[in-house]
Structures are given as C-alpha cells and as structure tokens.
C-alpha cells in the first residue's frame, strides 16, 4: 500500500490550484463543492473551496471525510448544513452499502457542526469535544443565522444539534477492522479541536490545527504561542505521513508544517520586533507578511490575523 498511497499523495500535491477560491464548483450537480475522492484506500475526502462560504460553495468550505471500515462508516465533520450533509450521505451511498454508524466534528464551528441536523436524524451518533460541544450551546442560533445569510434556501432544514457524544483527551474507536484514535492534543486553532489518528495507514485527519493551501485564521482569543507548542509536540509525535487538514488537499507533515507552525512562528516574530520597537497596533496591521501572500484568503485574513497577535502577545 505504501508505493501506492505515496504516488496518490504526490499527485495531490501537484494540483494545488484545484481548491483555489478562484475556481468555480467543481461538482455543479451537487451541494458539494468537489465530489469525494478515495485518497489512500478506504478513506475518502470531499475538499471544499478555500474561499470563504458563500451561497455558491453551500458552505462547502472545509474537508468533509468519510472511512468506510468494513463494519460501519465514519463520517469526519457534520457539514454546513441539512442539505451538506444529505448530500454527502448520497456519495457515501454511492461507494458502500455499509450504514454510517458515527459522525465525529472537529470542531464547534458551523461547517463543522450544522450538519449534525440531518446526521441525527437518521439515528446516527455525533461525536465531538466537550468544550467544541459548549460552543455549539453557547454560540449556535448565532452560528446558524450567519449560515442563513449566505445559503439562504439552501439553509433549509438545518436546526442546531450538539454532538450526543463527548470526550475529553482521547477516544478509542474500534469499527471493522479499523482503530481510530480521536484526539484533543492540546490548544491549536479553537476550542474542543480535534485530530483523528489512524495509526495502522499513519493517517491524521487533522482539522484546524493544520493549514497549507490557504491562511489560517487566527480567531479572537486564540492562543498562538500554545498552538505551536501543540503542533510541535503531540501533533509532530504522531509521526503521520498523510494528512488531511481542515481545508484544502490531503498531504504531508511538512507541507502543514511549513504553512502553520512556520507561519506562526513567522508573525509572532514580527509583531514581537513591532512591540519591541515600540510599534502600536494601527501600524502592526501591516507588518510584511509577503512570503504568505500566494496563500487562499490572505487578502481576508492577513491584516486581521496581525492585529490579533498584536493584542494577544501585547499581555504576554
């Protein structure tokens, strides 16, 4: 399986260009922005847009996988909503006859959780962090709303539903002839962040700790000195040779090491030379982040992400 996985995640990384925000719907017939592909046997990724979720994406702006263990599926996020994940249950229905027995989010945010909707309904189990799920109760009606503002019509259906199931540090799923390890391996990107690690294929679906195709965001109260040290530590001991991020294209460690780690690295030392030299925060704006600017959302993200280092290491 290794000469095979490993030509498959070269020709991924070749196509970069392909979840550019600047490229239309790759998958018109359906609410997915790209149709699932099986990246390393058994485990399938549809890879949304980079851009920012619109009504032309559906919201179809994260990574939406599935594993298909021989005894069950599970489903890696819930989607950004009903219609999200509906559609992604029919491209399950397509590969296997085996039901989808878990759903497991990411995350508490809406591309990762509004889909939960349509996923409990159908009897099955939501699995997420419990600080991902106390996000979910607390910010959910506002989450939705914002869903409803782009995807309009295509918000149909989708009400807020909280993962049934919760864990803390690490969850061990044995379905099939698969082991998953589901992972909170420290401070990274927001609250209740999740990894699922398969340790027989060396396979992390990583979430939002791990970025590369476009600009992470860094969110108010984001711990970025902590992410780093997670990213560093448990995450890097993992040893994965596969991963698949949050957004964008499945790939290596060194590529999310290069575009997360290095990135952060790279602004706190800026903005900490800005605070060093006496620099106030209308200026830190525009520290020189070029080296990052061929990066999807960049332009959306990269003044807001200074201005919240400056905030963050001015109390350090």
Request: charged share 20%.
């Given at each position: 399986m290794k000469h095979f996985?490993?030509?498959?995640?070269?020709?991924?990384?070749?196509?970069?260009?392909?979840?550019?925000?600047?490229?239309?719907?790759?998958?018109?017939?359906?609410?997915?922005?790209?149709?699932?592909?099986?990246?390393?046997?058994?485990v399938f990724s549809a890879i949304g847009a980079t851009a920012p979720p619109t009504y032309e994406n559906s919201g179809h702006n994260?990574?939406?996988?599935?594993?298909?263990?021989?005894?069950?599926v599970v489903v890696i996020n819930g989607g950004a909503s009903y219609r999200l994940a509906q559609a992604l249950h029919d491209e399950i229905r397509a590969v296997t006859d085996q039901p989808v027995k878990l759903v497991i989010n990411e995350n508490g945010q809406g591309h990762?959780?509004?889909?939960?909707?349509?996923?409990?309904?159908?009897?099955?189990?939501?699995l997420a962090h419990?600080?991902?799920?106390?996000?979910?109760?607390?910010?959910?009606?506002?989450?939705?709303?914002?869903?409803?503002?782009?995807?309009?019509?295509?918000?149909?259906?989708?009400?807020?539903?909280?993962?049934?199931?919760?864990?803390?540090?690490?969850k061990v799923i044995q379905m099939g002839d698969v082991t998953l390890e589901v992972l909170h391996l420290g401070p990274a990107h927001g609250p209740g962040d999740t990894q699922v690690w398969i340790p027989q294929w060396e396979i992390v679906i990583a979430g939002d700790i791990a970025f590369h195709e476009r600009m992470l965001p860094i969110f108010p109260g984001t711990d970025t000195d902590a992410w780093i040290e997670t990213f560093e530590g448990p995450f890097a001991d993992l040893g994965a040779t596969y991963?698949?991020?949050?957004?964008?294209?499945?790939?290596?460690?060194?590529?999310?090491?290069?575009?997360?780690?290095d990135y952060l690295v790279d602004i706190r030392e800026k903005i900490g030379a800005h605070l060093d030299a006496g620099g106030d925060l209308a200026d830190a704006y525009y520290v020189d982040q070029s080296e990052w600017a061929h990066l999807d959302t960049f332009e959306e993200l990269a003044t807001k992400n200074a201005g919240r280092v400056f905030e963050e290491m001015e109390w350090e």
């Open positions: 996985t490993a030509a498959l995640g070269i020709l991924w990384l070749a196509v970069p260009g392909l979840a550019s925000e600047d490229i239309a719907d790759q998958y018109p017939q359906s609410d997915l922005y790209q149709k699932p592909v099986e990246f390393i046997p058994h994260n990574n939406l996988s599935f594993i298909v263990t021989g005894d069950g990762a959780m509004l889909g939960n909707s349509y996923w409990a309904g159908q009897g099955v189990d939501i419990a600080d991902a799920i106390h996000e979910v109760e607390e910010e959910g009606d506002f989450i939705l709303q914002r869903m409803q503002g782009y995807n309009r019509d295509k918000a149909e259906g989708t009400t807020v539903v909280a993962a049934n199931l919760s864990f803390r540090d690490r991963v698949i991020p949050g957004h964008g294209h499945p790939t290596n460690m060194a590529q999310v090491t290069r575009y997360t780690r």
